[in-house]
């Protein structure tokens, strides 16, 4: 084991457990089926979601997203109210009870029932231009609230170019990707609700595309769509200041950002038989991001947490391929298969700059690491109202004893961040469609997963370096989701 300095065991210490605290506030996937849609535009749930929750989008909910939530068609005084709310509960059951020490007071060891959301939407269109989609979450039995994702459209507009539509908009939001109208970019994929960090151990590592910047950052994006096939948006993202991060609830993620961080988004889509019974709907894109961070300070006060470039600066690199196929029919079979794969380049010299040898190689660990992640899933639904989902999440990378090291639960015991894990969904959704009772207003999904862990932070067995095997996280999860 290499032996750290002080200072720097503080620093990874502090940015552990702030990244910890925020997975537990948004360890829940978005939602955006809300009723507040549904009866802005008069069309019920399946006209832009498949499984009438979502948030898996038709061509037709991609089309509303990029339209900048402009668009309308509803009648009554429903269609005139920007205001949705929902809440998620849970039961989720371990493999093993967490050891003695690893959960918070309110939690039992194991077998938690959980009131993981409660969320109030202002979402819709502000006059002919503009639109919104912006959250407010309480969550883990209403301990926590926060300014959650945000989406805000200030203007969009559609041209006639070469005899065919050119959409031009802007997006001004607090989590790269979000503004994405695609569910294999991070923000939206799969699995679209999952157990609290709180209640469910989770592995040591992720990309920053997925988990650096959520709702900690402002980001200005640039958009164009062409021909209602090529999608491009390019923008920059800032950090928030700690000011504004305490009074909105949330924290720094892998640190503040220094300057900049420059993203960029490609994706071309095909549809084919629109309004037919072999409709179908592709796509396959590119996302690239980058950015300087300056970790998280280890010596601020724990009530006033800020960052630093004193002990060195980290950079990141994201490039993520990803792709997605819609098979939609007449609504009575669907079926679906979304998938990306992002490699990360890591510059750790403010976090994990190692001079000790690698004992694999004779050489110090140095300051370059990479890290790759694989996000699959494949979905089948029968007439919108039942549906079986199985996914796959794997992430490796070069080992790493700051980052990665042995403790109870949430270690590794031989400071590798690889895990993989399989997740089996079956859903059942009775509402949403175009002759659902007190549509929109009734919106309700009941689920179950199971997840199946075969490698967890770097081993099968003993991972931790306390006895815990990565089967020992293998979850049943339980769930109950409404939106009114």
Avoid at 31 to 46: D, E, H, K, S
Avoid at 201 to 221: K, R
Avoid at 313 to 336: A, K, V
């Amino acid at each position: 084991m290499v032996r750290l300095g002080t200072g720097v065991r503080a620093s990874v210490k502090f940015a552990l457990s702030g990244g910890v605290a925020a997975a537990a506030l948004l360890a829940s996937r978005p939602a955006q089926a809300l009723p507040a849609f549904a009866a802005q535009t008069g069309q019920p749930c399946v006209f832009c979601h498949i499984g009438a929750f979502g948030p898996q989008l038709t061509p037709a909910g991609r089309a509303f997203k990029i339209g900048g939530y402009t668009q309308t068609g509803g009648e009554g005084w429903r269609s005139k109210i920007p205001l949705a709310f929902y809440w998620q509960g849970s039961l989720t059951s371990l493999a093993k009870d967490t050891p003695a020490g690893t959960t918070t007071n309110r939690y039992a060891p194991n077998n938690n029932f959980n009131l993981d959301q409660a969320s109030i939407f202002v979402v819709g269109n502000i006059g002919e231009h503009s639109g919104i989609f912006s959250q407010w979450t309480a969550s883990d039995n209403l301990s926590a609230v926060a300014m959650d994702n945000t989406d805000f459209r200030p203007y969009t507009d559609e041209f006639e170019v070469n005899d065919t539509t050119l959409r031009v908009g802007i997006s001004l939001n607090n989590n790269p990707t979000i503004q994405d109208p695609y569910n294999s970019a991070f923000a939206w994929d799969y699995p679209f609700i999952q157990p609290s960090a709180a209640l469910q151990p989770t592995p040591a590592a992720d990309v920053i595309l997925d988990a650096g910047f959520n709702q900690n950052s402002i980001g200005a994006n640039v958009y164009l769509w062409y021909d209602r096939r090529l999608y491009l948006d390019a923008g920059l993202y800032v950090s928030q200041s700690n000011w504004l991060l305490t009074r909105l609830g949330n924290a720094y993620g892998v640190g503040g950002i220094q300057g900049v961080a420059p993203y960029a988004r490609a994706a071309y889509e095909w549809d084919w038989d629109e309004g037919s019974d072999t409709q179908q709907s592709a796509h396959v894109g590119l996302i690239f991001m980058n950015a300087n961070v300056n970790p998280v300070d280890p010596f601020a006060a724990n009530n006033n947490p800020g960052v630093t470039g004193a002990f060195g600066r980290n950079s990141y690199t994201d490039i993520t391929i990803d792709g997605g196929y819609q098979f939609l029919g007449d609504g009575t079979h669907i079926g679906t298969v979304l998938a990306n794969y992002t490699h990360e380049w890591q510059g750790l010299k403010g976090s994990a700059n190692i001079a000790a040898p690698n004992p694999a190689t004779g050489y110090p660990y140095g300051s370059s690491y990479e890290l790759d992640k694989v996000t699959f899933s494949a979905s089948y639904w029968y007439r919108n109202t039942y549906g079986l989902t199985l996914g796959w999440e794997g992430i490796w990378g070069k080992r790493n004893p700051v980052l990665y090291q042995p403790a109870p639960l949430f270690g590794s015991a031989n400071n590798s961040p690889n895990s993989s894990t399989f997740i089996v969904e079956a859903d059942w959704v009775p509402f949403g469609k175009e002759d659902s009772w007190a549509r929109p207003f009734a919106n309700f999904k009941l689920g179950v997963q199971y997840w199946l862990n075969t490698q967890f932070n770097g081993q099968s067995q003993n991972y931790d370096g306390f006895g815990r095997s990565a089967r020992d996280n293998n979850t049943i999860y339980v769930f109950a989701w409404q939106a009114f």
